[in-house]
């Protein structure tokens, strides 16, 4: 079984420009969850979408948004970029509430 | 509020050694708790998920344990090597926090394991 495929894998852009990122779950998997790694604040949660729905959601602004579409493919926006927004962003896939299993990253420059 | 703390923040240890990774958490309410693998720059790799209603899992040479009256799950590594060398991440969900999926972690534990 294919694992979760996160794409671009690399992606430089400058502040204040948008930005999409990608999300294929692991097949029959219906919830995806989003994660922000910096150096600094570490591991923190974004958001979770189950079904096409947003089930939940991390102290983060407005700029960060979602959405999952009807084969529970995932992406996830950043508008406006910042200087901070620099990072490695994470999604995972779970099927149910069970075990969650992690993409290999979309690493974020901010220029 | 929900925090996981993990001690050491850095251990280096000699090819062999068994060695213990700590995971505090505060709250014991919880739903899971799972430990992850993390090499440099690469995504996160699932080791072991304990139920709230389990006392430990193994897996191979990996043993996580879960004592949620005191908050704290250990992660036991026998005769390590020097390919376990990476960050190992524990990660927390609660009962009541709005979703079972979402995961609080601690900052992790380096690992070097030197032949």
């Known amino acids: 079984k294919a694992g979760v495929t996160q794409t671009p894998r690399y992606l430089i852009k400058t502040r204040g420009q948008q930005v999409t990122l990608s999300c294929s779950p692991i097949s029959g998997h219906r919830s995806v969850s989003w994660y922000q790694q910096t150096p600094g604040q570490g591991l923190q949660f974004l958001f979770e979408?189950?079904?096409?729905?947003?089930?939940n959601k991390g102290n983060f602004p407005g700029r960060f948004s979602g959405r999952q579409f009807s084969n529970s493919r995932s992406e996830m926006n950043v508008s406006t970029l910042e200087l901070g927004d620099s990072a490695l962003y994470l999604c995972?896939?779970?099927?149910?509430?069970?075990?969650?299993?992690f993409g290999p990253g979309t690493r974020l420059t901010v220029l | 509020k929900q925090e996981v703390t993990q001690i050491p923040a850095a251990l280096s240890v000699p090819e062999g050694e068994n060695l213990v990774l700590n995971c505090s958490f505060t709250?014991?309410?919880?739903?899971?708790l799972q430990w992850f693998r993390q090499d440099p720059g690469k995504g996160l790799t699932s080791l072991l998920l304990?139920?709230?209603?389990?006392r430990e899992q193994t897996s191979g040479r990996l043993n996580a344990s879960l004592d949620k009256s005191s908050g704290r799950s250990t992660l036991y590594i026998a005769a390590s090597q020097p390919g376990d060398s990476a960050t190992y991440l524990c990660?927390?969900?609660?009962?009541?926090?709005?979703?079972?999926?979402?995961?609080?972690f601690g900052a992790g534990t380096r690992l070097a394991v030197h032949p």
């Open positions: 995972a896939s779970s099927h149910n509430y069970n075990e969650q299993f």
């Open positions: 304990i139920q709230s209603s389990q």
């Open positions: 979408y189950f079904s096409e729905t947003q089930r």
């Open positions: 709250d014991s309410a919880i739903y899971n």
């Open positions: 990660a927390v969900s609660w009962l009541g926090s709005g979703g079972y999926n979402k995961l609080i």
